[in-house]
């Protein structure tokens, strides 16, 4: 089983930049993917970016350009950059990864308020 911790949310004004850190622990050298989700007030949860073992990426359309995620494998970490970030960013972001036999794992959520 995988335990997933993250940290880094807070309060930024528009524009502003924010990076979020996410680290896994337990059995990680199954862990296939690994990245962001984040559920903003009264939306369903919706991806912002995962990144694969190989090393590819998916990343929301939405947030392109603006968020970069990246993958430490030697320290089990995955981080997300966030820059140039609007109101519509506001949101619990959850640290999400996924074994490859299929099992997933969620953290416990960072909240990220932007401020217009």
């Known amino acids: 089983q995988v335990h997933l911790v993250e940290s880094g949310g807070g309060l930024v004004e528009a524009g502003g930049s924010l990076r979020l850190s996410c680290t896994a622990s337990?059995?990680?050298?199954?862990?296939?993917?690994i990245g962001w989700y984040r559920q903003a007030p009264g939306k369903q949860r919706e991806l912002v970016a995962v990144?694969?073992?190989?090393?590819?990426?998916n990343t929301a359309d939405s947030v392109k350009g603006r968020f970069t995620i990246s993958r430490d494998n030697a320290k089990n970490t995955v981080d997300l950059q966030m820059n140039s970030l609007k109101p519509e960013d506001t949101a619990v972001y959850y640290c999400?990864?996924?074994?490859?036999?299929?099992?997933?794992?969620w953290g416990q959520g960072t909240r990220v308020t932007v401020s217009s």
């Open positions: 999400y990864s996924k074994t490859s036999y299929g099992r997933e794992s």
């Open positions: 337990g059995s990680t050298f199954s862990i296939y993917v």
């Open positions: 990144i694969e073992s190989a090393g590819s990426t």
